[in-house]
């Protein structure tokens, strides 16, 4: 799962805050770990990244758009990476089948 830490770095009211529990000692950073609700929030964030980022593409050698290179993958049994090259334009043909990105006009 994403994790990230924080790095709080103290002022000097927090410092005299920190006293009662670290005594006389200086604080230089504290480090905070995101709890479950902000995990879960930075999940949701990233799955909906994905979905704005998802394009649909066309196998051109039978006619089948796909919503997402991974499904094409999943239904031609192809490398995602071989049809992101293909619909890209870096690479002719996988396996025998040639793709393009869809014009989304």
């Known amino acids: ?41 930075i999940k949701g964030q990233m799955k ?8 649909p593409v066309v196998c051109i050698t039978n006619g089948v758009t796909y919503p997402s290179i991974s499904e094409a993958s999943l239904a031609l049994g192809l490398g995602v990476g071989a049809i992101s090259k293909c619909a890209s334009g870096k690479q002719h043909s996988t396996q025998g089948h040639t793709f393009s990105f869809k014009d989304n006009k």
């Not at 909906?48 to 394009?55: A, D, Q, T, V």
């Open 48 to 55: 909906e990244l994905g979905k704005k980022r998802k394009k």
């Open 1 to 41: 799962m994403y994790k990230r830490n924080i790095k709080l770095v103290p002022n000097e009211e927090m410092q005299s805050q920190l006293e009662d529990i670290v005594g006389r000692r200086k604080v230089l950073y504290i480090i905070c770990e995101p709890n479950r609700v902000d995990l879960l929030k």
